[in-house]
């Protein structure tokens, strides 16, 4: 099947000021219907952008909290005074009263004098 549109050439010109006169309104506009689509797909864009930031701020926050409370908790679990706690409790070791403490001092050398006969 041939589809064939034929318009004698004398009737073109008439012919394609009757086809373009309902468009020209939007020809004449195309220039701002594309730089206003630019605009609003910029400010989209700029608004996108501003949300992933905040986000990323809000989740770095977190973060940032999570490994402040991790810190205490290491600082806790690795104090002295739990570690004891732990190594009575396991051990059923009971605290040492002060009055069956024994002191281990141990003093320097006396220094012997120089020998006169090695002279």
Do not use: C
């Not at 006169?21 to 689509?37: A, K, R």
Request: no cysteine.
């Amino acid at each position: 099947m041939k589809f064939s549109f034929s318009i004698p050439a004398k009737n073109l010109p008439q012919f394609f000021l009757e086809f373009i006169t309902p468009l020209q309104p939007i020809l004449f506009l195309f220039p701002l219907y594309v730089l206003f689509y630019f605009l609003v797909w910029q400010g989209i864009e700029t608004a996108k952008w501003k949300r992933m930031i905040h986000q990323k701020n809000a989740e770095k926050e977190d973060l940032v909290r999570k490994n402040d409370e991790l810190k205490i908790g290491i600082v806790s679990y690795t104090s002295a005074e739990r570690i004891e706690a732990l190594y009575r409790k396991t051990y059923q070791y009971l605290p040492i009263s002060l009055g069956n403490r024994t002191v281990t001092i141990e003093l320097p050398p006396v220094p012997t004098p120089p020998n006169k006969d090695s002279n």
